[in-house]
């Protein structure tokens, strides 16, 4: 198992930038795949990004590429998530994920990725 905590949202302004972070526990955070998702107020919950257990890899929401950079460092047990050129629809609670693997499930059904974390806030004014 792997526990997941979420830092760095807050306010901020149209067109500006934040990171988040996302904590993780255990000794296997490395054999994890891992990810964001949004939830915004009344909708379901939505891929953001993603990136392989190694870091080689990662993939993007097509309303994200562009705005946001994934990275992860395995020897602080810690994955990013860097967004710029904010909106005000990007306003969500954002969600860091992890899985044994990456799968379409990511993107077609969110809630079936097994670890999660408890949120992490960002509002966008405009």
């Known amino acids: 198992q792997v526990q997941l905590v979420e830092s760095g949202g807050g306010l901020v302004q149209a067109g500006g930038s934040l990171r988040l972070s996302c904590a993780a526990s255990?000794?296997?955070?490395?054999?994890?795949?891992m990810g964001w998702f949004r939830q915004a107020s009344g909708k379901g919950r939505e891929f953001v990004a993603s990136?392989?257990?190694?870091?080689?890899?990662?993939y993007y929401a097509d309303s994200m590429k562009g705005r946001v950079t994934i990275s992860r460092n395995n020897t602080k047990n810690t994955l990013y998530l860097y967004m710029n050129s904010l909106k005000t629809e990007d306003t969500a609670v954002y969600y860091c994920?992890?899985?044994?693997?990456?799968?379409?499930?990511?993107?077609?059904?969110?809630?079936?990725?097994?670890?999660w974390g408890k949120g992490t806030l960002v509002t966008v004014s405009s």
């Open positions: 990136i392989t257990s190694s870091g080689d890899s990662t």
């Open positions: 255990g000794r296997t955070f490395s054999s994890y795949a």
């Open positions: 994920a992890a899985d044994r693997q990456i799968g379409d499930y990511w993107r077609l059904n969110p809630y079936a990725v097994n670890y």
